[in-house]
């Protein structure tokens, strides 16, 4: 082994300072996008939640409606769509127009849903067709309705959810 002054030996090994600056610059920056990146994730994780928390909403008061009566029964409710008279619904045809600020259950017309004051509600009903060429249930025959519910959510989140109902009932 030589070992004169000009030559290294195997023992001297190591980085030079250079090259540790280097691996330093080069951590910091990967750390830098990856920190960006998981900071740009954490800021936009609620926006999922106002999107579900809309769809659960379309989803309970598309089924609400579907639930009532096709037509309305003998003696029923005629009056406006409002929140106000949602109890008193018997028909599908009494949600056509109905629109609400803030998401109420059914039971207590006066009093929102804590956390759900910033989301609308609308529904509108409307004659459809429905079913294959053979066997079709036309909008002229009034056998079938095409119910759309729509809520809006804080930030403008948006989301419509559609369903058929049939006179296969009341």
Same mark, same amino acid.
């Given at each position: 082994?030589?070992t004169?002054r000009?030559?290294?030996?195997q023992?001297?090994?190591?980085?030079?300072?250079?090259?540790?600056?280097?691996?330093?610059?080069?951590v910091?920056?990967?750390?830098?996008g990856?920190?960006?990146?998981?900071?740009?994730?954490?800021?936009?994780?609620a926006?999922?939640?106002?999107?579900?928390?809309?769809?659960?909403?379309?989803e309970?008061?598309?089924?609400?409606v579907?639930?009532?009566?096709?037509?309305?029964p003998?003696?029923?409710?005629?009056?406006?769509?409002t929140?106000?008279?949602?109890q008193?619904?018997?028909d599908?045809g009494?949600?056509?127009?109905f629109?609400t600020?803030?998401?109420y259950?059914?039971?207590d017309?006066?009093?929102?849903? *804590? #956390?759900?004051?910033?989301?609308s +509600? $609308?529904?509108?009903i409307?004659n459809?067709?429905? &079913? /294959?060429?053979?066997?079709?249930?036309?909008?002229?025959?009034g056998?079938?309705?095409?119910?759309?519910?729509?809520? *809006? #959510?804080?930030?403008?989140?948006s +989301? $419509?959810?559609?369903?058929?109902?049939?006179?296969? &009932? /009341?």
């Amino acid at each position: 082994m030589c070992t004169s002054r000009g030559l290294r030996s195997q023992r001297d090994r190591g980085f030079s300072l250079v090259e540790a600056v280097v691996f330093i610059v080069i951590v910091a920056t990967a750390l830098a996008g990856v920190l960006g990146v998981m900071s740009t994730t954490t800021q936009r994780s609620a926006d999922p939640l106002v999107r579900k928390q809309a769809i659960a909403v379309a989803e309970s008061m598309l089924e609400e409606v579907s639930l009532h009566d096709f037509n309305n029964p003998s003696g029923g409710f005629s009056g406006a769509s409002t929140q106000a008279n949602r109890q008193s619904f018997d028909d599908i045809g009494d949600y056509n127009g109905f629109a609400t600020s803030g998401i109420y259950p059914i039971d207590d017309p006066l009093t929102p849903i *804590t #956390g759900l004051t910033a989301y609308s +509600v $609308a529904v509108t009903i409307a004659n459809a067709d429905l &079913g /294959p060429a053979t066997s079709l249930i036309t909008s002229a025959s009034g056998n079938a309705r095409l119910i759309t519910v729509t809520v *809006t #959510g804080p930030d403008g989140v948006s +989301v $419509a959810l559609a369903g058929y109902r049939t006179a296969y &009932g /009341p």
